[in-house]
């Protein structure tokens, strides 16, 4: 019950991995503030868990992400770890051809919405004294690939955020590190691509693991690491 007395916020709770992940930290003892577009979706993801509570917002809007912090420090007094697992994926276009809408579509979903939970939650760690940020990047954020520019970029952009922030945070004892998976396996992923081997993908409930390691006091020597998770070989 490493998160007893913990209150972990979920962003993008109602998707793949984030029921995966607040399902590790239920059973470690945290309380759950779980964060997504839309209500209906959350009710259907954790209509039985216990000691949560679902925030419907859109985290392109700075104000939505504000009122989902205050409504979280206003029910449980605090907020010990943020997961900030909203995102996208989208590729297809070449870097000349890529359109606006999925440029500002995916540094808005990836990069933005983090900076948006950044500045509601941040205070309230530093108020605190202590705090653990952990963001989801993409093992594509390394090197640029054919037809994906646009989703790269905005995966580098969360770990050049991760790593500005840990240096701003260290000395508040706030530990702010990313994952870096490869593809998830995902019913959705699965459909996209029915030719690959599902084994070689990461599983939600393995790379949840991971994000419990870097929220636990065990990682509490771990700052601005992008950590790659790829799955077996």
Same mark, same amino acid.
């Given at each position: ?7 972990? /916020?979920? &962003?993008?709770?109602?998707? =793949? ?5 607040? %399902? ?5 003892? +945290? ?11 959350? %009710? ?9 509570? /679902?925030?419907?917002? =859109? ?5 939505? *992400?504000?009122?989902?912090?205050? !409504? ?25 051809? &890529?359109? &606006? ?19 509601? +939650?941040?205070?309230?760690?530093? +108020? ?6 952990? =963001? ?5 954020? %390394? ?11 905005? !995966? ?23 994952? /870096?998976?490869?593809?998830?396996? &995902?019913?959705? =992923? ?17 790379? *949840? ?15 601005? +690491? ?8």
């Amino acid at each position: 019950m490493r998160f007893k007395s913990k209150t972990v /916020l979920i &962003t993008g709770a109602a998707g =793949n991995l984030g029921r995966a992940v607040a %399902q590790a930290f239920a059973n470690e003892g +945290a309380s759950l503030a779980l964060v997504d577009l839309r209500s209906g979706d959350l %009710q259907a993801a954790f209509s039985d868990m216990e000691r949560h509570i /679902l925030v419907e917002a =859109n985290l392109l809007r700075a104000e939505d *992400a504000m009122a989902a912090s205050d !409504k979280v420090v206003a029910r449980f007094g605090q907020i010990d770890v943020l997961c900030n697992l909203a995102g996208g994926f989208r590729m297809g276009e070449a870097v000349h051809e &890529t359109s &606006t809408t999925t440029w500002d579509f995916l540094l808005g979903v990836n990069a933005e919405s983090l900076l948006h939970m950044a500045r509601a +939650a941040v205070p309230h760690m530093l +108020a605190a004294g202590s705090g653990k940020i952990i =963001n989801i990047g993409a093992l594509a954020a %390394q090197k640029g690939g054919a037809q994906m520019g646009a989703y790269a970029a905005s !995966k580098s952009v969360v770990v050049r955020l991760t790593e500005s922030m840990s240096a701003e945070l260290r000395e508040a004892s706030i530990n702010v590190n990313c994952v /870096l998976p490869t593809i998830i396996d &995902t019913p959705e =992923n699965r459909a996209a691509m029915p030719e690959a081997d599902p084994r070689r993908w990461v599983a939600p409930s393995d790379l *949840a693991n991971v994000i419990l390691f870097l929220a636990s006091d065990e990682a509490r020597a771990v700052h601005g +690491a992008a950590l790659p998770v790829v799955g077996l070989s």
